[in-house]
């Protein structure tokens, strides 16, 4: 069975941080997906946050977060990270991860966790 399960997700104050950690199982190996986080706010759509290549050495990021949040993965434990940094309210959302192959572009996702950033 393929799982994908976030943490780290809770409430943060206006220019706090929040680590995020997506552990995946089963047959989904990190080392051969790319991984990505989404986040969707209340009464919008779900948007995207930021990517990895399955190697590691490309990263893209939403131009919301850009400067501010870092996407890393450990494929030695199979578990990616968001490390999210001057945090602000408009980032309060629920944050997934997701990953996929260049062929089933994000195939498996998260169940989420939810993040809220009090002003």
């Known amino acids: 069975q393929a799982q994908l399960v976030e943490s780290g997700g809770g409430v943060a104050q206006a220019g706090g941080q929040l680590r995020l950690s997506c552990a995946a199982s089963?047959?989904?190996?990190?080392?051969?997906?790319?991984m990505g986080w989404f986040r969707q706010a209340p009464g919008k759509e779900r948007e995207f946050v930021a990517a990895i290549l399955w190697n590691g050495s490309v990263t893209r990021y939403s131009d919301s977060v850009q400067g501010r949040f870092t996407i890393s993965k450990d494929n030695a434990r199979n578990t990616g990270f968001l490390q999210m940094n001057s945090l602000e309210p408009d980032d309060t959302a629920v944050y997934y991860c997701?990953?996929?192959?260049?062929?089933?572009?994000?195939?498996?996702w998260g169940q989420g966790t939810q993040v809220t950033v009090s002003s």
């Open positions: 997701a990953a996929g192959t260049p062929t089933r572009e994000w195939e498996y």
């Open positions: 089963g047959r989904i190996t990190l080392r051969l997906y790319r």
